[in-house]
């Protein structure tokens, strides 16, 4: 876990599986964002500097919006796409070259998404 993020394990076993369609959800409430999948919560962003950097890009590459204060997003992505989204809520944005990969990652989630996102 770093100080910014953290990924469950239970990310890590859903990607493990290729699958074209998982409903996700992403919630904002006092403590940052939180990323879930049938209830199991997949990455938690904290409330900080880093942590929210992190989650609104790990949103933008869901093709999701920031949910406000209390609210949830519904995003509708392939396991490839979680992938770059968990990838990207791990990088260290204190490091520039963090934002070299974020690019890429980025880049490659619209990719995948295609016409496919979904955002609520």
Same mark, same amino acid.
């Given at each position: #876990? ?6 469950? @394990? ?18 904002? @409430? &006092?403590? %940052? ?15 900080? &500097?880093?942590? #929210?950097?992190?989650? %609104?890009? #790990?949103? =933008? ?34 490091? @520039? =070259? ?8 980025? @880049? &490659?989630?619209? #990719?995948?998404? %295609? ?6």
């Amino acid at each position: #876990m770093s100080e910014h993020t953290r990924i469950w @394990d239970e990310a890590e076993e859903l990607i493990s599986v290729p699958r074209a369609h998982l409903k996700l959800e992403l919630s904002q @409430d &006092e403590n %940052g964002l939180t990323l879930k999948h049938d209830g199991h919560t997949l990455v938690e962003c904290f409330l900080t &500097e880093q942590g #929210m950097l992190a989650g %609104g890009f #790990m949103a =933008e590459s869901l093709g999701a919006r920031l949910p406000r204060l209390g609210e949830t997003v519904v995003a509708r992505v392939s396991t490839g796409v979680l992938f770059r989204a968990i990838s990207i809520a791990s990088l260290d944005f204190g490091n @520039d =070259e963090s934002y070299t990969l974020l690019d890429v990652w980025l @880049d &490659e989630a619209r #990719m995948q998404r %295609g016409s496919s996102a979904s955002d609520a």
